[in-house]
């Protein structure tokens, strides 16, 4: 079952974000599962919006790409992020 997953990194910035991001790209099977990312400034930080095909696969990102995050000096928040059940899932002029 799909989930939806939303975490608030409070101090974060676009340049670290990227800077990991690009460090992500170059793992292999680093996003298997991931449906869709998005990340958005705030003026505290950044939010982070993805759609998990499971929770498992999304728990297995995380474990991957939490000690990576750290070697970039990314911003540690003891906040989870929330998930929640997908009741729906579309992309329009997919036909879904």
């Known amino acids: 079952m799909a989930i ?3 975490a608030v990194l409070p101090g974060a910035t676009t ?3 990227d800077a990991l991001n ?3 790209q170059e793992t292999p099977n680093m996003f298997d599962g991931c449906v869709s990312h998005a990340c958005a400034p705030t003026d505290d930080g950044l ?3 993805d759609v ?3 929770e498992q696969q999304m728990n297995a990102f995380g474990e991957r790409m939490m000690p990576i995050a750290a070697a970039e000096g990314f911003p540690v928040t003891e906040a989870a ?3 929640l059940r997908v009741h729906n899932y ?3 002029g997919t036909g879904g």
Do not use: C
Request: charged share 25%; proline share 10%; aromatic share 24%.
């Open 52 to 54: 998990w095909e499971t």
């Open 4 to 6: 939806f997953v939303h």
């Open 22 to 24: 690009a460090k992500l």
């Open 81 to 83: 992020p929330r998930v």
């Open 15 to 17: 340049d670290q974000y």
């Open 47 to 49: 939010e982070i919006f």
């Open 90 to 92: 579309w992309v329009p």
